[in-house]
Protein backbone atom coordinates (compact mmCIF):
# COMPACT_ATOMS: atom_id res chain seq x y z
CA UNK A 1 0.00 0.00 0.00
CA UNK A 2 2.80 2.07 0.80
CA UNK A 3 4.52 1.67 -2.70
CA UNK A 4 1.61 2.19 -4.37
CA UNK A 5 0.97 6.06 -2.36
CA UNK A 6 4.53 6.50 -2.91
CA UNK A 7 3.68 6.13 -6.97
CA UNK A 8 0.59 8.02 -6.68
CA UNK A 9 3.03 10.97 -5.23
CA UNK A 10 5.44 10.77 -7.29
CA UNK A 11 3.20 11.04 -10.31
CA UNK A 12 1.90 14.17 -8.98
CA UNK A 13 4.53 15.77 -8.29
CA UNK A 14 5.93 15.09 -12.08
CA UNK A 15 2.85 16.69 -12.95
CA UNK A 16 2.99 20.08 -10.92
CA UNK A 17 6.17 20.37 -11.91
CA UNK A 18 5.47 19.75 -15.26
CA UNK A 19 2.43 22.49 -15.14
CA UNK A 20 5.12 25.06 -13.16
CA UNK A 21 8.07 25.07 -15.33
CA UNK A 22 6.28 24.30 -18.81
CA UNK A 23 7.56 21.34 -19.50
CA UNK A 24 6.40 18.33 -21.53
CA UNK A 25 5.49 15.47 -19.70
CA UNK A 26 7.46 12.40 -20.64
CA UNK A 27 5.57 9.53 -22.82
CA UNK A 28 4.81 6.56 -20.51
CA UNK A 29 5.62 3.79 -22.65
CA UNK A 30 2.95 2.43 -25.30
CA UNK A 31 2.20 5.54 -25.37
CA UNK A 32 2.78 8.35 -28.69
CA UNK A 33 2.61 11.85 -30.10
CA UNK A 34 2.41 11.12 -33.35
CA UNK A 35 -0.43 13.70 -34.99
CA UNK A 36 -0.49 11.79 -38.19
CA UNK A 37 -4.26 10.98 -38.81
CA UNK A 38 -6.21 10.47 -42.04
CA UNK A 39 -5.55 9.01 -45.38
CA UNK A 40 -2.31 8.17 -46.56
CA UNK A 41 -0.75 9.71 -49.64
CA UNK A 42 1.55 7.97 -52.28
CA UNK A 43 1.58 9.69 -55.58
CA UNK A 44 4.63 9.31 -58.31
CA UNK A 45 4.96 9.88 -62.12
CA UNK A 46 6.58 11.88 -64.19
CA UNK A 47 6.32 14.95 -66.77
CA UNK A 48 8.03 14.99 -70.16
CA UNK A 49 8.51 17.44 -72.86
CA UNK A 50 8.01 16.68 -76.17
CA UNK A 51 10.66 14.96 -76.90
CA UNK A 52 10.56 12.23 -73.97
CA UNK A 53 13.43 13.83 -71.82
CA UNK A 54 11.91 14.76 -68.14
CA UNK A 55 10.94 18.13 -67.58
CA UNK A 56 12.94 19.44 -64.49
CA UNK A 57 11.33 22.07 -61.67
CA UNK A 58 7.86 21.32 -62.54
CA UNK A 59 5.82 22.16 -59.35
CA UNK A 60 3.18 19.05 -58.29
CA UNK A 61 0.46 20.12 -55.73
CA UNK A 62 -2.43 17.74 -54.74
CA UNK A 63 -5.46 19.91 -54.65
CA UNK A 64 -6.96 21.02 -51.02
CA UNK A 65 -3.71 19.93 -49.26
CA UNK A 66 -0.49 21.59 -48.66
CA UNK A 67 1.01 18.53 -49.81
CA UNK A 68 3.45 19.51 -53.56
CA UNK A 69 7.13 18.72 -54.57
CA UNK A 70 9.13 19.69 -57.71
CA UNK A 71 10.52 17.47 -60.64
CA UNK A 72 13.71 16.44 -60.34
CA UNK A 73 16.24 16.20 -63.33
CA UNK A 74 14.53 13.36 -64.92
CA UNK A 75 11.00 14.95 -64.55
CA UNK A 76 10.13 12.39 -61.58
CA UNK A 77 7.74 13.69 -58.31
CA UNK A 78 6.68 12.32 -55.21
CA UNK A 79 4.18 13.25 -53.08
CA UNK A 80 3.74 11.87 -49.95
CA UNK A 81 1.87 12.13 -46.67
CA UNK A 82 -0.96 12.06 -45.43
CA UNK A 83 -4.85 14.28 -45.71
CA UNK A 84 -7.79 14.99 -43.70
CA UNK A 85 -10.10 12.38 -44.60
CA UNK A 86 -12.86 14.75 -45.52
CA UNK A 87 -10.30 17.68 -47.50
CA UNK A 88 -12.18 20.45 -48.82
CA UNK A 89 -12.21 20.73 -52.19
CA UNK A 90 -11.82 16.71 -52.41
CA UNK A 91 -8.42 15.46 -52.75
CA UNK A 92 -7.98 13.75 -55.87
CA UNK A 93 -6.88 16.63 -58.55
CA UNK A 94 -2.56 17.06 -59.28
CA UNK A 95 -1.85 20.64 -60.51
CA UNK A 96 1.14 21.06 -62.80
CA UNK A 97 3.18 24.51 -62.98
CA UNK A 98 5.90 25.77 -64.11
CA UNK A 99 7.57 29.40 -63.63
CA UNK A 100 3.94 30.36 -62.21
CA UNK A 101 2.50 28.70 -65.63
CA UNK A 102 -0.32 26.39 -65.69
CA UNK A 103 0.81 22.80 -67.63
CA UNK A 104 -2.28 20.63 -66.75
CA UNK A 105 -4.05 18.51 -64.26
CA UNK A 106 -4.17 14.33 -63.74
CA UNK A 107 -7.33 13.57 -61.82
CA UNK A 108 -6.30 10.64 -59.53
CA UNK A 109 -8.65 7.67 -58.53
CA UNK A 110 -6.26 7.03 -55.68
CA UNK A 111 -4.24 8.62 -53.50
CA UNK A 112 -1.42 5.64 -53.45
CA UNK A 113 -1.14 4.96 -57.33
CA UNK A 114 1.40 5.66 -59.89
CA UNK A 115 0.12 8.74 -61.61
CA UNK A 116 0.33 8.32 -65.70
CA UNK A 117 2.82 10.44 -67.01
CA UNK A 118 1.96 14.33 -68.69
CA UNK A 119 3.69 14.82 -71.35
CA UNK A 120 4.14 18.87 -72.57
CA UNK A 121 5.58 20.98 -75.72
CA UNK A 122 7.18 23.73 -75.53
CA UNK A 123 7.37 26.82 -77.95
CA UNK A 124 9.70 29.89 -78.47
CA UNK A 125 8.04 33.23 -79.31
CA UNK A 126 10.09 36.61 -80.38
CA UNK A 127 8.79 39.41 -81.28
CA UNK A 128 10.03 43.57 -81.94
CA UNK A 129 8.63 46.51 -79.69
CA UNK A 130 9.20 50.08 -79.97
CA UNK A 131 8.22 51.59 -76.44
CA UNK A 132 8.39 55.05 -77.80
CA UNK A 133 10.16 56.25 -74.86
CA UNK A 134 7.68 54.38 -72.25
CA UNK A 135 9.13 52.17 -69.64
CA UNK A 136 8.56 48.71 -69.80
CA UNK A 137 7.91 46.22 -66.44
CA UNK A 138 6.54 43.28 -67.97
CA UNK A 139 5.86 41.42 -71.30
CA UNK A 140 3.76 38.48 -71.03
CA UNK A 141 2.25 36.02 -73.39
CA UNK A 142 -1.14 34.74 -73.68
CA UNK A 143 -2.07 31.05 -74.89
CA UNK A 144 -5.21 29.56 -75.91
CA UNK A 145 -6.06 25.98 -77.31
CA UNK A 146 -6.36 22.83 -77.18
CA UNK A 147 -5.87 20.67 -73.82
CA UNK A 148 -6.03 24.46 -71.76
CA UNK A 149 -9.39 24.72 -70.06
CA UNK A 150 -12.07 26.91 -71.60
CA UNK A 151 -12.14 30.48 -70.37
CA UNK A 152 -8.90 29.75 -69.13
CA UNK A 153 -5.10 30.58 -70.72
CA UNK A 154 -1.78 29.84 -70.32
CA UNK A 155 0.46 32.76 -69.35
CA UNK A 156 4.08 33.15 -69.40
CA UNK A 157 6.68 35.96 -68.69
CA UNK A 158 9.25 37.17 -71.44
CA UNK A 159 12.54 38.01 -71.94
CA UNK A 160 12.87 42.04 -72.72
CA UNK A 161 16.03 42.83 -74.81
CA UNK A 162 16.19 46.63 -74.66
CA UNK A 163 19.26 47.15 -76.78
CA UNK A 164 18.03 45.07 -79.26
CA UNK A 165 14.03 46.13 -79.05
CA UNK A 166 12.75 42.46 -79.02
CA UNK A 167 11.63 40.42 -76.91
CA UNK A 168 11.34 36.16 -76.16
CA UNK A 169 10.30 33.69 -74.09
CA UNK A 170 8.49 29.40 -74.14
CA UNK A 171 5.10 28.77 -73.26
CA UNK A 172 4.55 25.34 -72.25
CA UNK A 173 1.02 23.35 -73.22
CA UNK A 174 -0.13 19.52 -73.06
CA UNK A 175 1.59 17.50 -76.14
CA UNK A 176 -1.38 17.17 -78.81
CA UNK A 177 -0.94 13.67 -79.52
CA UNK A 178 -0.62 12.64 -83.16
CA UNK A 179 -3.79 14.90 -84.19
CA UNK A 180 -3.02 18.78 -85.35
CA UNK A 181 -4.15 20.91 -83.18
CA UNK A 182 -5.09 24.96 -83.39
CA UNK A 183 -3.70 27.38 -80.89
CA UNK A 184 -3.63 31.36 -80.59
CA UNK A 185 -0.75 33.62 -78.85
CA UNK A 186 -1.18 37.39 -77.50
CA UNK A 187 1.33 39.05 -76.06
CA UNK A 188 0.90 41.82 -73.97
CA UNK A 189 2.72 45.18 -72.30
CA UNK A 190 2.67 46.24 -69.08
CA UNK A 191 4.20 49.43 -67.40
CA UNK A 192 5.58 50.39 -63.92
CA UNK A 193 2.15 50.44 -62.51
CA UNK A 194 0.62 47.43 -64.18
CA UNK A 195 -1.19 49.23 -66.63
CA UNK A 196 -1.54 47.78 -69.80
CA UNK A 197 0.35 49.92 -72.39
CA UNK A 198 -0.09 47.73 -75.23
CA UNK A 199 -0.90 44.16 -77.14
CA UNK A 200 -0.13 42.17 -80.06
CA UNK A 201 -3.58 40.91 -82.05
CA UNK A 202 -3.78 37.23 -81.70
CA UNK A 203 -1.78 35.02 -83.95
CA UNK A 204 -3.21 31.56 -84.53
CA UNK A 205 -0.66 28.63 -85.27
CA UNK A 206 -0.98 24.75 -85.00
CA UNK A 207 0.60 21.81 -83.17
CA UNK A 208 2.90 21.26 -86.20
CA UNK A 209 4.37 24.54 -86.23
CA UNK A 210 7.88 25.64 -84.80
CA UNK A 211 9.35 28.57 -82.78
CA UNK A 212 6.38 31.62 -82.86
CA UNK A 213 7.79 35.40 -84.64
CA UNK A 214 5.06 37.98 -83.32
CA UNK A 215 4.14 41.08 -85.47
CA UNK A 216 6.19 44.07 -84.04
CA UNK A 217 4.45 46.54 -81.12
CA UNK A 218 4.45 49.58 -81.43
CA UNK A 219 3.44 51.74 -77.85
Given at each position: MKRLELRAARAAWMLAAALVTGCEMP?????????????KVH??????AGNGQGLSGVTVSLAGTAL??????DGVYLLSGRVAREAEPPADTLRFALQGQALGLRVVTSLQETVPSLQVVQRGFLGY??????TVVRIEGVL????????DSAVGTFFHNTQAGNYSGFLYFPAPGD????YEVRVRVFG???ELLGASPSVPFTSQAG????PEIEL
Open positions: LLAGGSNSTETGKLTGRVSHDTTDALKTGGLKGHGIPAGSVRAANGNILI
